[in-house]
């Protein structure tokens, strides 16, 4: 019992130095992925325009005149909110479990980065800098809170996982012990996890009041 105790305190302690030493340059890794999906995006619908944007009616004034007049309901359009953010924050976790986490992170940066980049250019090539105005309300505020909530549950994603698997100690605790590990690392991630259920409040009650404002300008 003892020695299963020092196993899981030195397993511990690898972690939290691994943690304070790696984390800054995971975050910032993270973030340059975020980015590169940004620009990717940009660039990907500059390039193709005709087929993303002229083509399918992108963003044009048909889509978004139903928009104008809509009025949601804030109480579905949160439970929908809910099962997107919350169901993708997750799946994040579940695969921070396994060998796939630092993969999941990576993937799910570059996927944001690459949406937000073709709303952003889209806006902008179809409506000059009247676009600017759509970005706004498209995206603001709940994106304020949401990316660096999903920043942060990403950098404790792929620091859980690749302490588990790649850090070296994944045979030094097994059963109860291991999942008591996980449990504790899970707790730490709660902070992440509260911020993206604020983000989805957000989303759900504010920004549509936002949105229906600077469609009208439209």
Known sequence: ???ERLKLR???????????????EQMARLLYTLLFGFFAGILG???????LLYHTGFLDSYTLSP???LDPDTKKLLVTIFMQRIGMAALLVILSTTYLGCVAVYAYQI????????LAAGSMIRYGMKGIWLI??????????????FLMLSVK???LCRIMYFGGVSGGFTGRD????VIRKGMQMTASIAMIVAGCFVEAYINPMILKFVLRLF
């Open 10 to 24: 030195k397993t511990e302690n690898i972690f939290r130095l691994f943690r304070e030493n790696d984390e800054a």
């Open 136 to 149: 706004v309300g498209s995206l603001l505020p709940q994106q304020l809170i949401l990316i660096p909530a």
């Open 157 to 159: 994603c792929c620091g």
């Open 67 to 69: 928009v104008k007049y």
């Open 178 to 181: 291991r999942g008591r590990f």
């Open 1 to 3: 019992m003892v020695g």
């Open 45 to 51: 619908m500059i390039l193709k325009q005709e087929s």
């Open 111 to 118: 996927w944001s980065g690459l949406a937000m980049g073709i």
